[in-house]
């Protein structure tokens, strides 16, 4: 995978449209961290291309949810535990409006 910095995109974007053809993704850096990705489409299928990214996207969020709560034990909780939370933050909900 190829990093490039925001000076370099700007400088150099010939070469870079014709290295995301050959690399696939590009990561695009602003004071050397990653900050968004580069990968090419083609005109018929920006829209596919766009709902794949989203739905990786929110995959890896579910992913990262699921271990957190692995890692807090919340994954063990009862279904009277969690009706609880549940009953307890309405509660906190009508006498916070």
Do not use: C, Y
């Amino acid at each position: 995978m190829k990093f490039v910095s925001i000076r370099g995109l700007r400088s150099n974007t010939a070469q870079l449209r014709k290295d995301l053809q050959k690399n696939r993704e590009i990561v695009l850096t602003a004071n050397g961290r990653p900050f968004a990705l580069m990968t090419p489409v083609e005109p018929d299928n920006v829209e596919e291309e766009l709902f794949a990214i989203r739905r990786a996207r929110a995959q890896a969020a579910l992913s990262r949810i699921r271990a957190k709560a692995s890692a807090d034990g919340l994954d063990r909780m009862t279904m009277g535990q969690i009706d609880a939370v549940i009953r307890k933050t309405r509660r906190g909900k009508r006498t916070h409006e």
